[in-house]
């Protein structure tokens, strides 16, 4: 597994804490919301990636397709 990635989820999960920290005592907590739903799909999709990368090294160790 690459290092990178792990830096790259946890940065994002750090700029969305944040930002939703400064939302949420700027009263909008609304729009906070929305930033961590955002923060959510940006990691879901990286981490989406990182599975599909993982069952084609599967399917091509042990010939299935």
């Not at 907590?29 to 993982?54: K, N, P, Q, Y």
């Amino acid at each position: 597994m690459q290092i990178d990635v792990i830096f790259k989820i946890a940065a994002v999960g750090i700029i969305v804490t944040i930002v939703c920290q400064i939302l949420k005592k700027s009263d909008r907590e609304d729009i906070a919301t929305i930033v961590s739903l955002a923060g959510l799909i940006i990691v879901l999709t990286v981490v989406l990636d990182m599975i599909a990368e993982l069952f084609d090294s599967v399917r091509g160790i042990f010939e299935l397709f």
